[in-house]
C-alpha cells in the first residue's frame, strides 16, 4: 500500500514569505507527528497529533510555527516570515495507533520536504 | 537528493564483513529504543526495536544489543552488502516522542 507522501518534495522561498507544507499519512493512522531535520542531525520532534488535535506541540521552535489536521488525515504545518534558519527537512510519520506503552507503535516516515529560505 | 550527514562519523567495511554502529542514550525513562536507516533523499526507515527490560533483539541479518549500566546501544549488521549503506539513527521512545541520536554513515566497500 501507498506510504506517508509529503508536498512539495522541496520548496525554495525567500526570507519573510509564508510557506505551508502538506503530509498524507498512511490511511488509517490515527496519529501523525512532523519532526525536522537540519543538515547532518538526526531528526527533531516537533508536533504530535491524535486524531483531529495536537497532542502535543511542545517541539515547535516558536509562535511562527503552526501544524492543523482538521479532519484527522492530512496535516498542513505552516511557517510564517520565514527565517534563513527554517531550511530543513520537514519530516511527517504517522502510526496505526496512539502510543500508550503497550508495544512498540512504528512510526512510518515520508520523504520529507526540504525548506530552503533564502 | 540530500544528504543527510555531510560531517557525521563514517564507517567504511568490506563487502561481507560484519557492522558494529555504536550509539549513547540520555533519558534512562525510555521504554524503546529503535534503529532507523535513512538513504539520501528519503525519511529514516526502521529496522529492529528493542524494548527497554530486553539487552538483546534479533532480526534478519540484524541484532541490536541495550546496555542499560551505560546507557549504550549498538545494531550489528551481518554480512554487510552494498545496499546497507546509508546514514543509521538510534532513537528511544520517550512517551510517544522519539528523540534521535546522532548518525553514523556506513560506507560498504565492494
Known amino acids: 500500500g501507498a506510504g506517508v507522501s509529503q508536498t512539495p518534495s522541496n520548496k525554495v522561498t525567500e526570507k519573510g514569505k509564508y510557506v505551508e507544507l502538506r503530509c498524507d499519512p498512511i490511511s488509517g493512522h490515527t496519529a501523525l507527528y512532523w519532526y525536522r531535520q537540519s543538515l547532518g542531525q538526526g531528526p527533531e520532534f516537533l508536533i504530535y497529533?491524535?486524531?483531529?488535535?495536537?497532542?502535543?506541540d511542545s517541539g515547535l521552535p516558536n509562535d511562527r510555527f503552526f501544524a492543523v489536521r482538521p479532519e484527522g488525515s492530512v496535516s498542513t504545518l505552516k511557517i510564517q516570515r520565514t527565517e534563513r534558519g527554517d531550511s530543513a527537512v520537514y519530516l511527517c510519520?504517522?502510526?496505526?495507533?496512539?502510543?500508550?506503552?503497550?508495544?512498540?507503535?512504528?512510526?512510518?516516515f515520508g520523504p520529507g520536504t526540504r525548506l530552503t529560505v533564502l | 537528493g540530500e544528504s543527510v550527514g555531510l560531517h557525521l562519523p563514517t564507517l567504511s567495511v568490506q563487502e561481507g564483513d560484519n557492522s558494529i554502529i555504536n550509539c549513547a542514550y540520555s533519558?534512562?525513562?525510555?521504554?524503546?529504543f529503535i534503529w532507523y536507516k535513512q538513504e539520501s533523499g528519503k525519511g529514516p526507515q526502521f529496522i529492529i526495536d528493542i524494548r527497554s527490560n530486553m539487552d538483546k533483539r534479533q532480526g534478519q541479518r540484524v541484532t541490536v544489543l541495550l546496555n542499560k549500566t551505560v546507557k549504550h546501544l549498538s545494531l550489528q549488521i551481518a554480512a554487510t552488502q552494498p545496499g546497507d549503506s546509508a546514514v543509521y539513527f538510534c532513537a528511544e521512545r520517550s512517551s510517544y516522542k522519539l528523540i534521535f541520536g546522532s548518525g553514523t554513515r556506513l560506507l560498504v566497500r565492494p
Open positions: 533519558n534512562s525513562a525510555s521504554d524503546y
Open positions: 510519520a504517522s502510526s496505526l495507533t496512539s502510543p500508550s506503552g503497550q508495544g512498540f507503535d512504528e512510526q512510518f
Open positions: 497529533f491524535q486524531g483531529t488535535g495536537a497532542a502535543d
